[in-house]
């Protein structure tokens, strides 16, 4: 059987890490999903000083 993705059972898409988001009024790039966090499951740097932050999927899917 295959493994399931990181992001199965989410709407986001499955190459989601590595992709750059907007959050208010800064761009932040996708570092990571854990799927253990289920109100903030999307771990990401805020660019360009590379602070780690982590979102809601909604977020994410409304930055995209």
Same mark, same amino acid.
């Given at each position: &059987?295959? +493994?399931?993705?990181?992001?199965?059972?989410? #709407? !986001?898409?499955?190459?989601?890490?590595? +992709?750059?988001? =907007?959050? =208010?009024? =800064?761009?932040? #790039?996708?570092?990571?999903? #854990?799927?253990? =966090?289920?109100?903030?499951?999307? &771990?990401?740097?805020?660019?360009?000083?590379?602070?780690?932050?982590?979102?809601?999927?909604? &977020?994410?899917?409304?930055? !995209?």
């Amino acid at each position: &059987t295959p +493994r399931p993705t990181p992001t199965q059972g989410m #709407e !986001l898409p499955t190459d989601i890490v590595g +992709r750059t988001f =907007r959050s =208010r009024t =800064r761009t932040y #790039e996708v570092t990571g999903i #854990e799927t253990r =966090r289920p109100k903030y499951p999307v &771990t990401a740097k805020r660019l360009p000083d590379g602070k780690p932050f982590k979102f809601p999927t909604s &977020t994410v899917l409304a930055g !995209l």
